[in-house]
């Protein structure tokens, strides 16, 4: 079964920058179209971030110009850089499929203070 494990996170002030990565075992990965996600307190869960198979990728309004989903697949591994961080970007992230179709990591948290 495939395990997700997601690192990277931490408190950072507003306009600072975080780079997230989640490690994905099994040998499937890179067939799959990859995307991080985030839940913050009292809320659902989101999309942030879509990086497919062949290379594309699309973003939630609210990260756009912000936020760069990357991949390499020889590691299994997913990376989101977060620059020009603000309060409300407060959430766990978490990676999986789109659509998330594997059992969900433990997310990492970010925190943005004002």
């Known amino acids: 079964q495939v395990q997700l494990v997601e690192s990277g996170g931490g408190l950072v002030q507003a306009g600072g920058s975080l780079r997230l990565s989640c490690a994905a075992s099994?040998?499937?990965?890179?067939?799959?179209?990859m995307a991080w996600y985030r839940q913050a307190p009292g809320a659902q869960r989101e999309l942030v971030a879509v990086l497919t198979s062949g290379g594309s990728t699309n973003y939630a309004y609210s990260v756009k110009g912000r936020f760069t989903i990357s991949r390499d697949n020889a590691k299994n591994t997913v990376y989101l850089q977060m620059n020009s961080l603000k309060p409300e970007d407060t959430a766990v992230y978490y990676c999986n499929t789109r659509p998330a179709g594997w059992p969900w990591g433990q997310g990492t948290q970010v925190t943005v203070s004002s």
């Open positions: 099994g040998s499937i990965f890179s067939i799959n179209d």
